[in-house]
């Protein structure tokens, strides 16, 4: 914190579950047992004020329910058009954890007829209809607007008209068929 300038964060996210024996990510003995000593840690920097929030990152809902203690208040995962985990999402929503989505345009299906059309239905781009569809599962997102200060002004404005149009239950449908080109 004290190279941070701050008495405190406002949140502190596991990265990610501990993996078994033998996993390319690197390997722990009992996974569970480790996930809850890191998770326990967690709970003391929140009992100790050092943050406001604890949480999670790349926690499945199998991770989720082996956890001992309090719910985490955010899993932040990957989740976009072309690929979101249900089942979490599932899980996230029934527990009252923040299901927050990053890599949301990194899945954006920008050459798929039906997302394009759907986007000309509500006069809006591709884009702002892959931003919208996580808005609509009840996700949060973490997005930016780029690394070129050129496009910053733009791809702002674009990002806040996801608040202009609502995606219909058969869209949603439609959106949530549509998988990663291979």
């Given amino acids: 914190l004290a190279l941070l300038g701050v008495d405190y964060v ?8 501990c993996q078994p024996a033998g996993s390319p990510r690197g390997p722990a003995t009992d996974p569970t047992a480790s996930n809850n000593a890191l998770w326990k840690g967690a709970q003391r920097a929140l009992a100790l004020n050092l ?33 979101h985990d249900d089942e979490t999402i599932e899980y996230c929503h029934q527990h009252g954890i923040v299901y927050e989505a990053f890599f949301a345009m ?52 674009e990002n806040l008209g996801i608040y202009s149009f609502s995606l219909s239950a058969d869209e949603m449908r439609v959106l949530g068929g549509v998988k990663q080109a291979e």
């Fill in 10 to 17: 406002d949140l502190l996210l596991l990265h990610r579950p």
């Fill in 51 to 83: 943050t406001r929030a604890i949480g999670v990152s790349n926690y499945a809902a199998a991770d989720l329910k082996a956890l001992d203690g309090p719910t985490p208040r955010v899993n932040q995962c990957s989740m976009s058009v072309t690929y």
């Fill in 106 to 157: 990194k899945g954006c299906p920008f050459s798929d007829a039906r997302v394009a059309k759907i986007a000309a239905d509500h006069k809006a781009t591709v884009a702002q209809v892959c931003l919208r569809y996580i808005l609509e599962r009840g996700c949060a997102m973490a997005v930016g607007t780029g690394a070129n200060a050129s496009t910053v002004g733009p791809y702002a404005k």
